[in-house]
């Protein structure tokens, strides 16, 4: 089993071990006296879907024990590909962990604040310790805005996102969202036990857990099940990043793996022959044929999902609460088409991606190595790529953050700011070390700010690579208050549903002898009063301060007018 952060020191004997009775029983935990908290590991919110409870919905639980069950390890990883010699898989994963403040009044409510991790919907848990959340427990009480944190294990690939025609006619559907929402309302009804109030419950990911994010939001065309009051999404939003409605991908996939498996030559049904496949026969195959791993993502089953994400954005169809959206400066760097070396291979490019001519054309055009507005920030003119990415990456690599990210990160900010609910929009731009001989062309490339929301100063979970990555090793005690900043704004954002209120918080960055400016809501641009929307700029470095978000507009405007049309999405 996994354990708590390496370096974490348990309490002394005299210590009682912390215990909660929850719905269906009582867990035992641990303290940990490094932060002076209790934790409680493994979880279970779901029964474990096993067996007949394969590829469909997850089940509540219906039982209850007696006694106590140990809540002090991780419990297993959801199954993912590739895999890590380190983690232990399993299709039993359906389970959660609580971190909270030990000394608080049991008769407090606390807000709490729920961690959805990414991995594109194919790999990643919440045991990673990268995701320990002991950090910003511990910074919540030192800002005087205690809080509890919350992550959850959902299932990946296509134990999470099977999709095909046999699988929508079983009206089962996206089970690893739903895996999420299921952890949602069994913090509703099981969090007072741990002293958190479940009314004050705020949603946050990175990647694909912000695409998560932004699926609850839009969940059943933005129907409030009230099952948080804030959300926050990095690197991702309520728009997502696919195509959304590719049922003839997944449907190939689907009979592919039918086909592998000799499902389709069985008496029953290929998806009752499916859910009977022993757990080990059908990881060892998985492993074995990657192309029937990729792919599988949420999908439009005209229920969860019922329609395209960025037409029900656009039409105001989202679960009304305050949100904070950001994407990184070089999103692109981890996603663009490598090998291009000119705007002919960048035209075929798109067009073999199913970009029609025209649109390709523009795109082209647009993403220009000539215009220093469509270019990456950090990535000066002349930036020697590797041979492998081609001469026309930087260009390349713009239009993929844009066309992934930050395209749809504007286009909701501008949603939630036009039916008048608060959004917090922001720009993130620092580089920190965990990039190794790759930081000089990386820029602030997708995931690097996970380490600063988390405060992990450290670098946990880093460190563990081979050679080691520290995140910052080397860095300017700048970047060490950056992530003391962006952290205490998400705490605060969590109490108040604004970043900005917490004590210190212009006086954050010592180290650069500035007054850190607030956070403004953002606003859709007005002529009339020459107003434009603005978004906060994250740096570590330089400074942070507040920056108009016009930016590449030609480009985003008409990478979100075609959606639909071109992405599908």
Same mark, same amino acid.
């Given at each position: 089993?996994?354990?708590?952060?390496?370096?974490?020191?348990?309490?002394?004997?005299?210590?009682?071990?912390?215990?909660?009775?929850?719905?269906?029983?009582?867990?035992?935990?641990?303290?940990?006296?490094?932060?002076?908290?209790?934790?409680?590991?493994?979880?279970?919110?779901?029964?474990?879907?096993?067996?007949?409870?394969?590829?469909?919905?997850?089940?509540?639980?219906?039982?209850?024990?007696?006694?106590?069950?140990?809540?002090?390890?991780?419990?297993?990883? =959801?199954?993912?590909?590739?895999?890590?010699?380190?983690?232990?898989?399993?299709?039993?994963?359906?389970?959660?962990?609580?971190?909270?403040?030990?000394?608080?009044?049991?008769?407090?409510?606390?807000?709490?604040?729920?961690?959805?991790?990414?991995?594109?919907?194919?790999?990643?848990?919440?045991?990673?310790?990268?995701?320990?959340?002991?950090?910003?427990?511990?910074?919540?009480?030192?800002?005087?805005?205690?809080?509890?944190?919350?992550?959850?294990?959902?299932?990946?690939?296509?134990?999470?996102?099977?999709?095909?025609?046999?699988?929508?006619?079983?009206?089962?559907?996206?089970?690893?969202?739903?895996?999420?929402?299921?952890?949602?309302?069994?913090?509703?009804?099981?969090?007072?036990?741990?002293?958190?109030?479940?009314?004050?419950?705020?949603?946050?990911?990175?990647?694909?857990?912000?695409?998560?994010?932004?699926?609850?939001?839009?969940?059943?065309?933005?129907?409030?099940?009230?099952?948080?009051?804030?959300?926050?999404?990095?690197?991702?939003?309520?728009?997502?990043?696919?195509?959304?409605?590719?049922?003839?991908?997944?449907?190939?996939?689907?009979?592919?793996?039918?086909?592998?498996?000799?499902?389709?030559?069985?008496?029953?049904?290929?998806?009752?022959?499916?859910?009977?496949?022993?757990?080990?026969?059908?990881?060892?195959?998985?492993?074995?044929?990657?192309?029937?791993?990729?792919?599988?993502?949420?999908?439009?089953?005209?229920?969860?999902?019922?329609?395209?994400?960025?037409?029900?954005?656009?039409?105001?169809?989202?679960?009304?609460?305050?949100?904070?959206?950001?994407?990184?400066?070089?999103?692109?760097?981890?996603?663009?088409?490598?090998?291009?070396?000119?705007?002919?291979?960048?035209?075929?490019?798109?067009?073999?991606?199913?970009?029609?001519?025209?649109?390709?054309?523009?795109?082209?055009?647009?993403?220009?190595?000539?215009?220093?507005?469509?270019?990456?920030?950090?990535?000066?003119?002349?930036?020697?790529?590797?041979?492998?990415?081609?001469?026309?990456?930087?260009?390349?690599?713009?239009?993929?953050?844009?066309?992934?990210?930050?395209?749809?990160?504007?286009?909701?900010?501008?949603?939630?700011?036009?039916?008048?609910?608060?959004?917090? =929009?922001?720009?993130?731009?620092?580089?920190?070390?965990?990039?190794?001989?790759?930081?000089?062309?990386?820029?602030?490339?997708?995931?690097?700010?996970?380490?600063?929301?988390?405060?992990?100063?450290?670098?946990?979970?880093?460190?563990?690579?081979?050679?080691?990555?520290?995140?910052?090793?080397?860095?300017?005690?700048?970047?060490?208050?950056?992530?003391?900043?962006?952290?205490?704004?998400?705490?605060?954002?969590?109490?108040?549903?604004?970043?900005?209120?917490?004590?210190?918080?212009?006086?954050?960055?010592?180290?650069?002898?500035?007054?850190?400016?607030?956070?403004?809501?953002?606003?859709?641009?007005?002529?009339?009063?020459?107003?434009?929307?603005?978004?906060?700029?994250?740096?570590?470095?330089?400074?942070?301060?507040?920056?108009?978000?016009?930016?590449?507009?030609?480009?985003?405007?008409?990478?979100?007018?075609?959606?639909?049309?071109?992405?599908?999405?």
């Amino acid at each position: 089993m996994a354990v708590l952060s390496i370096g974490a020191t348990f309490a002394a004997p005299q210590h009682i071990p912390p215990s909660v009775q929850v719905k269906n029983g009582t867990y035992q935990g641990r303290y940990v006296d490094q932060y002076d908290q209790d934790i409680f590991l493994g979880i279970a919110f779901a029964q474990p879907p096993l067996g007949d409870l394969r590829f469909r919905n997850p089940q509540p639980l219906n039982s209850t024990w007696d006694g106590i069950r140990s809540a002090e390890e991780f419990a297993g990883e =959801c199954t993912a590909y590739p895999q890590s010699f380190k983690a232990n898989y399993t299709e039993d994963c359906l389970y959660l962990n609580v971190w909270r403040p030990a000394n608080e009044p049991r008769e407090t409510s606390l807000p709490v604040l729920v961690w959805v991790h990414g991995g594109g919907f194919n790999m990643g848990s919440t045991s990673n310790p990268r995701f320990d959340m002991s950090w910003m427990v511990e910074r919540s009480v030192k800002m005087g805005q205690p809080i509890i944190g919350v992550s959850i294990n959902y299932r990946l690939n296509a134990f999470g996102f099977l999709s095909s025609d046999e699988v929508r006619a079983s009206s089962h559907s996206n089970f690893g969202i739903r895996d999420q929402r299921l952890a949602l309302h069994w913090i509703q009804e099981n969090i007072d036990a741990f002293g958190g109030d479940p009314t004050k419950v705020t949603i946050f990911g990175e990647s694909a857990g912000a695409a998560s994010v932004g699926l609850h939001l839009t969940a059943y065309n933005g129907r409030d099940d009230g099952l948080f009051r804030h959300a926050i999404m990095q690197s991702g939003n309520p728009i997502f990043y696919r195509a959304i409605n590719d049922t003839a991908l997944h449907q190939r996939r689907y009979d592919a793996l039918v086909a592998a498996t000799d499902c389709g030559n069985a008496a029953m049904s290929t998806l009752e022959c499916l859910r009977g496949i022993p757990y080990e026969s059908l990881d060892a195959l998985l492993l074995k044929r990657p192309d029937l791993v990729g792919n599988w993502v949420p999908q439009m089953d005209g229920d969860l999902i019922a329609r395209h994400t960025s037409q029900k954005v656009a039409a105001g169809d989202f679960v009304k609460v305050p949100v904070i959206i950001g994407a990184n400066s070089e999103e692109g760097t981890a996603f663009g088409a490598r090998g291009i070396d000119s705007s002919e291979d960048f035209l075929a490019n798109l067009v073999q991606n199913k970009v029609p001519p025209g649109v390709a054309a523009e795109l082209v055009e647009i993403y220009s190595n000539d215009s220093p507005d469509q270019v990456l920030s950090n990535i000066p003119p002349g930036t020697p790529f590797p041979d492998a990415y081609g001469h026309d990456f930087r260009r390349v690599a713009t239009y993929a953050g844009d066309q992934m990210f930050i395209a749809h990160r504007r286009a909701s900010c501008e949603a939630w700011a036009t039916s008048g609910t608060p959004a917090f =929009c922001y720009r993130f731009n620092a580089i920190p070390m965990n990039h190794g001989t790759q930081r000089s062309w990386m820029g602030s490339t997708h995931f690097v700010e996970v380490a600063f929301v988390f405060l992990n100063l450290e670098g946990r979970g880093y460190v563990d690579f081979d050679p080691p990555q520290g995140v910052f090793d080397g860095l300017s005690e700048s970047y060490k208050d950056l992530a003391r900043l962006i952290s205490s704004d998400w705490i605060a954002f969590t109490n108040h549903g604004d970043p900005n209120r917490w004590a210190g918080r212009q006086a954050a960055a010592v180290t650069l002898g500035m007054a850190v400016p607030s956070w403004p809501r953002y606003r859709v641009s007005g002529e009339k009063c020459g107003r434009v929307p603005e978004v906060f700029l994250f740096e570590g470095d330089v400074t942070s301060r507040v920056e108009a978000d016009t930016y590449r507009k030609d480009g985003i405007d008409l990478i979100n007018s075609v959606d639909i049309a071109v992405f599908d999405r």
